[in-house]
């Protein structure tokens, strides 16, 4: 089946740092990414949605300027997280879709981040 | 806003009892379902999905049933194994076909 491939599994950064995150989709094009984020016990909460060599679409709520996410290729999307607080500290999960409508989405393996 | 729910946040099972899973809807234009399993700091998992034209569909030991009329979706698990302990959840699909959205999840627990 379809791998994505999320690094790094774990990070932890010093509060006031920024962080980035890579998604890749290993063997196929993906023309969608997808960030979640889930805190502990609770479902995943869609981040934003990135097309490749547009700008991503974030959700109501989401703050573009502190969740940057770049789609450069049909391969490989970032998120980073700057000026990261201990409120940041989360479980970010990528997914990707190698096209719309009825398909799954495959996942990655999620980031556990850590601000401290 | 519309969104997608669970009724049991935990269900626990006895090993190779079947489990039933079930997860409410509220967006009639969502045409397309996934259930995904979440093991303890992983992402998900796909586990079966079933498009709107359709109201069952089997897989290895798991079936998802589709009531459109209610809203409703439901998965299960035959002859649940210890293996199946793990999180669920429902997603649809929603944004004209672009993006999923997330149920509350199901905590499913099977016990010796």
């Known amino acids: 089946g379809a791998v994505v491939s999320q690094h790094p599994s774990r990070v932890i950064c010093k509060s006031g740092t920024s962080v980035k995150i890579e998604c890749r989709s290993l063997d196929f094009q993906a023309t969608t990414m997808f960030w979640y984020r889930q805190f502990p016990k609770q479902s995943l909460m869609l981040m934003a949605t990135s097309n490749e060599g547009s700008k991503a679409t974030y959700e109501q709520g989401v703050e573009k300027d502190k969740f940057l996410i770049n789609h450069a290729s049909l391969t490989l999307s970032t998120l980073t997280v700057t000026s990261a607080h201990p409120e940041d500290s989360s479980f970010y999960i990528c997914?990707?879709?190698?096209?719309?409508?009825?398909?799954?989405?495959?996942f990655g393996q999620g980031t556990r981040l850590t601000v401290v | 806003g519309e969104s997608v729910g669970l009724h049991l946040p935990t269900l626990s099972v006895q090993e190779g009892d079947n489990s039933i899973i079930n997860c409410a809807y509220s967006n009639s234009a969502s045409d397309y379902f996934i259930w995904y399993k979440q093991e303890s700091g992983k992402g998900p998992q796909f586990i079966i999905d079933?498009?709107?034209?359709?109201d069952k569909r089997q897989g290895q030991r798991v079936t998802v049933l589709l009531n459109k009329t209610v809203k409703h979706l439901s998965l299960q698990i035959a002859a649940t194994q210890p293996g199946d302990s793990a999180v669920y959840f429902c997603a649809e699909n929603t944004g004209g076909g672009n993006k999923l959205t997330f149920g509350t999840g199901t905590q499913l627990k099977v016990e010796l």
């Open positions: 997914s990707a879709r190698d096209r719309k409508g009825w398909t799954e989405a495959f």
């Open positions: 079933i498009r709107s034209n359709m």
